[in-house]
Structure formats: structure tokens, C-alpha cells
């Protein structure tokens, strides 16, 4: 199974702040790379596919990228608002069993 | 818009089977692109993918779990389910049904939450 690992596991920031999240892979996983945002006690919903795709709806602020090792993706708010205090979740469909990352919260 | 709503038990005692349906509204369940998913999430623990299913009745399954599992599809009730036998405390979890788009869950369920307890 291909590990992700999250940084930081939990951050804490202000409205307007511009915050990222990193996601790692065990080995290069291409542009197969989902971000999930999760509130509490809702189900996950998909905010980015294929690295830097906005899903339907999900506000311009948020955008995705990836280095050239194939391994390496940041989830980046460039100006948090209040409705983006949540848990992020990256996911890699590389290969099956998609796994996902450990998660970051989002605090205030 | 595409809505899945979980369904099932929410205490299920040890060794026995768990058994979730999905059903699925909004959209057709037999677009060719599509998979049917199954993901839970223990407290405290990242999401893990249980498996999914073709409406044509093709399966993958996590090899985690593949020795207990099995995904079912009856699209003229725009259903899924889930199977998932001998369970244990580690079984304990929400568990989210979602449509899987190819490369991962689009849409999902509220989810469901299952206790394994005697």
C-alpha cells in the first residue's frame, strides 16, 4: 500500500490567513492526488482531483500543486475564512487500495 | 445532484456480519466511468478504503480486508452493499458509501455508524 503522510497534523491560524498543508507519498504517484475537506460529523467532500482541479463549487482560494518527484502536493487557502476551519485529507489513486493521508486540522 | 444515504444496523456483535446498503439517487448508477465504494473511518484514524464495485459487477476489494468482504449491486434498485463478516472491535467505525469517478470518491454518504459490541 502506498503510505501518505500529512504536515502538520494540526495548525492553528486566523481569518485571512494563507495556510498550507503538505501531503507526501511512499514513491511517485503521477497526478493521482484527490483533497478531501471534512467537518465534523459530515462526510468528506472532495475539494481538489488530480492535483491542482477544483472540484465543482469549491471556492478559487483554494488550489493544488505538485513537485516534479511525483511524491510531493500542497493544498494551499491563500485567505482562510471562517467555513474552512475543517480537517484535510489527501488521497492517492495510484494504485489500489487508494489510501489516505492522516489528516490536518484546521483550527482557530 | 448525486445523493448516496447509508443504511443498516448500528450494533453488530462479534463475529457476526456486517451488512450495509447504499442506495443511491440523482444520477444513474449505470454510467460506464463509475465504481460504488465503501470507506470507513475508526475513531481517531485516517479513512481507509474498503472496496468498490462496477455496476457490471466487477469488484477490487483492500487486501486488508478481502478474506471478509463483499460488495454487492442491484441497479434496479439503485443499491449497494456491503458485507462484512466475523467482525470485531477493530471493525468498530463510521462507514461511508460514495461514488467513486475512477480515481477516487466524488460523492459520498452521510455515513453510518456501525459499533461492534457484544
Known amino acids: 500500500d502506498i503510505l501518505m503522510t500529512q504536515s502538520p497534523p494540526s495548525l492553528s491560524a486566523s481569518i485571512g490567513d494563507r495556510v498550507t498543508i503538505t501531503c507526501r507519498a511512499g514513491?511517485?504517484?503521477?497526478?493521482?492526488l484527490n483533497w478531501f475537506q471534512q467537518k465534523p460529523g459530515k462526510a468528506p467532500q472532495l475539494l481538489i482531483y488530480?492535483?491542482?482541479?477544483?472540484a465543482d463549487g469549491v471556492p478559487s482560494r483554494f488550489t493544488g500543486s505538485g513537485s516534479g518527484s511525483g511524491a510531493d502536493f500542497t493544498l494551499t487557502i491563500s485567505s482562510l475564512q471562517p467555513e474552512d476551519f475543517a480537517t484535510y485529507y489527501c488521497q492517492q489513486s495510484y494504485s489500489r487500495p487508494w489510501t489516505f493521508g492522516q489528516g490536518t486540522e484546521v483550527e482557530i | 445532484q448525486m445523493q448516496l444515504q447509508e443504511s443498516g444496523p448500528g450494533l453488530v456483535k462479534p463475529s457476526q456480519t456486517l451488512s450495509l446498503t447504499c442506495t443511491v439517487s440523482g444520477g444513474s448508477m449505470t454510467s460506464g466511468t463509475y465504481y460504488w465504494t465503501w470507506i470507513r473511518q475508526a475513531a481517531g484514524k485516517r479513512l481507509e478504503w474498503i472496496g468498490r464495485?462496477?455496476?457490471?459487477?466487477?469488484?477490487d476489494y483492500n487486501p486488508s480486508l478481502k478474506s471478509r468482504v463483499t460488495i454487492s449491486v442491484d441497479t434496479s434498485k439503485k443499491q449497494f452493499s456491503l458485507h462484512l463478516t466475523s467482525v470485531t472491535a477493530a471493525d468498530t467505525a463510521v462507514y461511508y458509501c460514495?461514488?467513486?469517478?475512477?480515481?477516487?470518491?466524488?460523492?459520498w454518504g452521510q455515513g453510518v455508524r456501525v459499533t461492534v459490541s457484544s
Open positions: 488530480s492535483v491542482s482541479n477544483l
Open positions: 460514495a461514488r467513486d469517478y475512477g480515481e477516487g470518491p466524488d460523492y
Open positions: 464495485i462496477h455496476f457490471a459487477g466487477s469488484t
Open positions: 514513491h511517485s504517484i503521477g497526478k493521482f
